[in-house]
């Protein structure tokens, strides 16, 4: 049972920047969002994660929702390194290794 | 500083035979999970060790077993291999049970085919 939702596909230019949205309307108040990509033959990579405020790092930014019932990851200059599926995921605690994957985001960029 | 390694890359067995596959944590995690990715698919969690011992599983049967060693290296075992067990099996490590954001970092996992 899927516990988040994201669109199929988006696509992007180079150097554009990416908004790629997650619902998760059923989160509870001790649930981490986290996401994760994974480049084409690779195993998933992380990317970054939240729990109520606004997250920065060098990879990406997510934005959460006052509510916490939808998150956006902006990837703020897209490369073509970036295409990847990438997934929204919610998490218990650090100590919760029941990650569920969903079918996450495929993203293409456009040289 | 190596990643998370696994063994072999590739891999192809027969209905019903028995499969062993191997992973190697990143230096100084203690923590293995394994995750089974279907093709087209999102993975999805088998278990997961630390100390040597199984913690937490997900929904899979009983033909799915694994192991930690004191070296925190784990290998998975499926036996009575069937068809549906295709699927590149990944092995993820982190660092600890609490205290820490719990990152996972994957390997780039074993692609196991069944004939």
């Known amino acids: 049972d899927a516990k988040t939702t994201q669109p199929n596909s988006m696509e992007s230019n180079e150097e554009e920047p990416v908004h790629l949205p997650c619902n998760h309307s059923?989160?509870?108040?001790?649930?981490?969002i986290h996401w994760y990509r994974q480049l084409p033959s690779q195993g998933p990579e992380y990317v970054i994660h939240g729990l109520t405020s606004n997250v920065n790092n060098r990879m990406a930014s997510l934005a959460i929702a006052e509510d916490r019932k939808s998150s956006t990851l902006i990837l703020h200059r897209a490369t073509l390194r970036d295409a990847a599926v990438y997934y929204c995921?919610?998490?218990?605690?650090?100590?919760?290794?029941?990650?569920?994957f969903g079918a996450g985001t495929t993203v293409t960029v456009r040289a | 500083d190596a990643g998370v390694t696994q063994s072999p890359t590739h891999l192809i067995k027969t209905r019903g035979q028995q499969v062993t596959l191997r992973c190697s944590p990143k230096?100084?995690?203690?923590?293995v999970s394994w995750y089974q990715q279907a093709l087209g698919q999102g993975p999805q969690f088998i278990f997961q060790y630390y100390e040597e011992e199984e913690r937490q599983r997900g929904n899979f049967p009983d033909r799915f077993s694994g192991h930690q060693f004191p070296n925190y290296s784990s290998e998975l075992n499926v036996n009575a291999l069937l068809l549906g067990d295709s699927a590149l099996y990944l092995c993820?490590?982190?660092?600890?049970?609490?205290?820490?954001?719990?990152?996972?970092?994957f390997g780039e996992g074993s692609r196991l085919t069944v004939l």
């Open positions: 230096s100084g995690h203690d923590t």
């Open positions: 993820a490590s982190s660092s600890g049970l609490a205290g820490t954001s719990g990152e996972l970092f």
């Open positions: 059923t989160i509870s108040g001790t649930d981490y």
């Open positions: 995921i919610l998490r218990e605690s650090s100590n919760d290794y029941k990650l569920s």
